[in-house]
């Protein structure tokens, strides 16, 4: 069986943000065993998984995508959405815009210390549309 929710995550600033349990809120019950996939129906912004208990992950998080894809580069050609736009491209694609993860007694099978991130690349990014498919 195949269940598909779609949902709008609250918006957020710019950054790495833990999501999971806005996630998890948005879900029906999930089966016994399954893969749960979600993915954001943006360009701009990006879904991974990481540390969930340490908040400074998340910043440094942020602080290396900058460094590794700057802003107001001479030589972008996409920049009539902003200096923020063209890099928020290239570091969704780093990323990326979909995770599989696995269900197991009715949960998600993340480790200790994992939770879901939705990266913000841009500054005013807006509630962002996620599409949930649960395979059971």
């Given at each position: 069986?195949?269940?598909q929710?779609?949902?709008?995550?609250t918006?957020?600033?710019?950054?790495?943000?833990?999501v999971?349990?806005?996630?998890m809120?948005?879900?029906?019950?999930?089966?016994?065993?399954?893969?749960?996939?979600?993915?954001v129906?943006?360009?701009?912004?990006?879904?991974?998984?990481?540390?969930?208990?340490?908040?400074?992950?998340?910043?440094?998080?942020?602080?290396?995508?900058?460094?590794?894809v700057k802003?107001?580069?001479?030589?972008?050609?996409?920049?009539?959405?902003?200096?923020d736009?063209?890099?928020?491209?290239a570091?969704?694609?780093i990323?990326?815009?979909?995770?599989?993860?696995?269900?197991?007694?009715?949960?998600?099978?993340?480790g200790?210390?994992?939770?879901?991130?939705?990266?913000?690349?841009?500054n005013?990014?807006g509630?962002?549309?996620?599409?949930?498919?649960?395979y059971?």
């Open positions: 069986m195949i269940q929710i779609e949902f709008s995550l918006a957020r600033r710019r950054g790495c943000h833990l999971t349990r806005e996630i809120d948005k879900l029906p019950r999930l089966p016994k065993t399954g893969l749960l996939n979600i993915f129906k943006h360009t701009s912004c990006a879904l991974t998984i990481n540390e969930n208990a340490d908040p400074d992950v998340r910043t440094d998080m942020d602080k290396i995508m900058d460094d590794i802003e107001n580069q001479p030589w972008y050609d996409h920049t009539m959405e902003g200096p736009d063209m890099p928020a491209h570091k969704s694609s990323f990326g815009v979909c995770l599989t993860i696995p269900i197991t007694d009715g949960r998600l099978n993340l200790t210390w994992q939770g879901i991130y939705l990266c913000e690349f841009r005013y990014g509630a962002r549309k996620l599409v949930a498919t649960i059971e």
